[in-house]
């Protein structure tokens, strides 16, 4: 890994030489180029003033010499203005075309780095293929494991991990109950790969009782007390500090909140195309994966629809997160952001995900893949829609999350009695929103 590193570094210093010695080369022919063109226009100097009054003041005198000796006939004096006001055209000219091929040079340069970056991260550039057969990058590189970040859960991941891949649930005892029957749907299933982060001893302890893999951070982590004591939104904060170190020992994570029923093995169905493939919390096909949302505004008469774009929120409580530079760095701008004031982290997490680059914001460009909102359901589709239909009541989603509902439990509960025991009517007694 650190072979890698410093090839990378070597390589960046070796480009940055060259990148100087180029623009010495580039800034020596165009100071010869102007100084061609200057000699050419104004075999008598232009430097003395860049101001048009310097055209002005050369005809001033000129006219007073002329003046003096008192036998130039006006024909001279209109000569000298006719040399006057071409001068001064030529003089505005030149200097546009100077302005011109000062953007030109200025466009090249900063082109040339973006490009030389661009090969820097990519490779060996690329010519564009045929019509219809060119794809942009989406799947990052992994980054290099570094076991150094924490060996005790390199160790624990070691073991527990299935290809580099694992659900990770944090969990304190105020969700006792709800994380048994997260566990309990886990291993009915039959999923091997899962490890609950345990915020307090009590569920250290309890998952240790129920045979559930458990890891216990050590004590000397400062942030932990926030996971003892905290409420949803501080836990929630804590999360992506967590998930880092997982990331950094090169493992892909599939981060589940524990008001979550599992039903099938969520890795039999993902693409893992994409920094982040993320449950959404839209409930048909339009809000889950995005249109174009046209805004009225009659007073602009002939201009009134104004296109948007719109897609409903990345559900931050459950998707899976590969590990790459792009993912990494969405970890740390979430976390950052949730460590300096009182946000709510799925809106921070969306708005990384999304918002582009203006001025004054470098944008994400994280890969993103919305995953299917009836196979990774949330509460509302499940309540408002998937219930009431003979047809979607026959499909077996791959998770059931209670995102939308604050009595998680007794649904929780209804959704095993719904899917896993066969009991049509499970369902029926809860309203479609909370009352
Ligand atoms: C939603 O999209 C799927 C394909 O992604 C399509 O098969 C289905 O017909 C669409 N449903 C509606 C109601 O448009």
Redesign the pocket.
Same mark, same amino acid.
């Given at each position: 890994m650190i072979g890698r590193r410093d090839g990378a570094l070597m390589r960046n210093n070796s480009s940055n030489q060259s990148l100087l010695k180029s623009r010495i080369a580039i800034a020596i022919v165009i100071g010869m180029f102007l100084g061609c063109i200057f000699a050419f226009f104004f075999p008598h100097g232009i430097f003395s003033s860049n101001s048009p009054h310097f055209d002005h003041n050369h005809l001033t005198r000129s006219i007073s010499q002329v003046v003096s000796t008192s036998c130039e006939s006006s024909d001279s004096l209109n000569m000298l203005k006719a040399e006057f006001v071409a001068a001064s055209e030529k003089n505005a000219e030149l200097k546009k075309q100077v302005n011109v091929l000062i953007e030109k040079l200025r466009l090249a340069e900063q082109g040339k780095d973006h490009a030389e970056k661009q090969v820097l991260v990519l490779g060996e550039p690329h010519k564009a293929g045929p019509f219809g057969t060119v794809h942009g990058l989406r799947t990052n590189p992994t980054v290099v494991p570094d076991d150094s970040v924490n060996p005790r859960l390199a160790n624990i991941l070691e073991k527990i991990a299935v290809g580099k891949e694992l659900i990770v649930a944090l969990a304190n005892s105020n969700v006792k109950d709800m994380l048994e029957v997260w566990f309990k749907s886990i291993q009915k299933v039959g999923i091997p790969n899962y490890l609950v982060v345990a915020l307090d001893d009590e569920i250290a302890k309890f998952c240790e009782s129920n045979d559930v893999p458990v890891y216990k951070r050590d004590p000397d982590k400062g942030i932990d007390s926030v996971g003892k004591t905290g409420g949803n939104h501080a836990v929630s904060g804590l999360k992506f500090h967590i998930l880092r170190e997982f990331l950094q020992l090169g493992y892909s994570v599939l981060l589940s909140d524990v008001d979550i029923v599992y039903l099938q093995n969520p890795f039999h169905y993902l693409y893992r195309d994409s920094d982040v493939e993320s449950m959404s919390d839209g409930h #048909? #096909?339009m809000t889950a994966?995005g249109y174009n949302d046209v805004f009225d505004e009659p007073a602009m008469g002939w201009a009134r629809y104004a296109h948007t774009m719109r897609i409903w929120v990345y559900n931050s409580g459950f998707f899976y997160i590969r590990p790459t530079i792009p993912s990494i760095e969405l970890l740390d701008r979430v976390a950052n952001r949730l460590s300096h004031g009182n946000a709510w982290d799925q809106a921070v997490f969306n708005e990384e995900l999304f918002f582009p680059s203006h001025p004054g914001y470098d944008g994400l460009y994280a890969s993103r893949r919305t995953m299917?909102f009836y196979l990774f359901m949330n509460s509302k589709v499940l309540f408002k829609t998937v219930r009431k239909n003979a047809n979607l009541r026959k499909i077996k989603p791959v998770i059931v999350h209670i995102n939308y509902h604050p009595d998680k439990l007794p649904r929780m509960q209804a959704v095993v009695e719904f899917y896993v025991n066969g009991k049509q009517d499970a369902l029926s007694s809860f309203p479609d929103g909370s009352e």
């Amino acid at each position: 890994m650190i072979g890698r590193r410093d090839g990378a570094l070597m390589r960046n210093n070796s480009s940055n030489q060259s990148l100087l010695k180029s623009r010495i080369a580039i800034a020596i022919v165009i100071g010869m180029f102007l100084g061609c063109i200057f000699a050419f226009f104004f075999p008598h100097g232009i430097f003395s003033s860049n101001s048009p009054h310097f055209d002005h003041n050369h005809l001033t005198r000129s006219i007073s010499q002329v003046v003096s000796t008192s036998c130039e006939s006006s024909d001279s004096l209109n000569m000298l203005k006719a040399e006057f006001v071409a001068a001064s055209e030529k003089n505005a000219e030149l200097k546009k075309q100077v302005n011109v091929l000062i953007e030109k040079l200025r466009l090249a340069e900063q082109g040339k780095d973006h490009a030389e970056k661009q090969v820097l991260v990519l490779g060996e550039p690329h010519k564009a293929g045929p019509f219809g057969t060119v794809h942009g990058l989406r799947t990052n590189p992994t980054v290099v494991p570094d076991d150094s970040v924490n060996p005790r859960l390199a160790n624990i991941l070691e073991k527990i991990a299935v290809g580099k891949e694992l659900i990770v649930a944090l969990a304190n005892s105020n969700v006792k109950d709800m994380l048994e029957v997260w566990f309990k749907s886990i291993q009915k299933v039959g999923i091997p790969n899962y490890l609950v982060v345990a915020l307090d001893d009590e569920i250290a302890k309890f998952c240790e009782s129920n045979d559930v893999p458990v890891y216990k951070r050590d004590p000397d982590k400062g942030i932990d007390s926030v996971g003892k004591t905290g409420g949803n939104h501080a836990v929630s904060g804590l999360k992506f500090h967590i998930l880092r170190e997982f990331l950094q020992l090169g493992y892909s994570v599939l981060l589940s909140d524990v008001d979550i029923v599992y039903l099938q093995n969520p890795f039999h169905y993902l693409y893992r195309d994409s920094d982040v493939e993320s449950m959404s919390d839209g409930h #048909n #096909n339009m809000t889950a994966y995005g249109y174009n949302d046209v805004f009225d505004e009659p007073a602009m008469g002939w201009a009134r629809y104004a296109h948007t774009m719109r897609i409903w929120v990345y559900n931050s409580g459950f998707f899976y997160i590969r590990p790459t530079i792009p993912s990494i760095e969405l970890l740390d701008r979430v976390a950052n952001r949730l460590s300096h004031g009182n946000a709510w982290d799925q809106a921070v997490f969306n708005e990384e995900l999304f918002f582009p680059s203006h001025p004054g914001y470098d944008g994400l460009y994280a890969s993103r893949r919305t995953m299917d909102f009836y196979l990774f359901m949330n509460s509302k589709v499940l309540f408002k829609t998937v219930r009431k239909n003979a047809n979607l009541r026959k499909i077996k989603p791959v998770i059931v999350h209670i995102n939308y509902h604050p009595d998680k439990l007794p649904r929780m509960q209804a959704v095993v009695e719904f899917y896993v025991n066969g009991k049509q009517d499970a369902l029926s007694s809860f309203p479609d929103g909370s009352e």
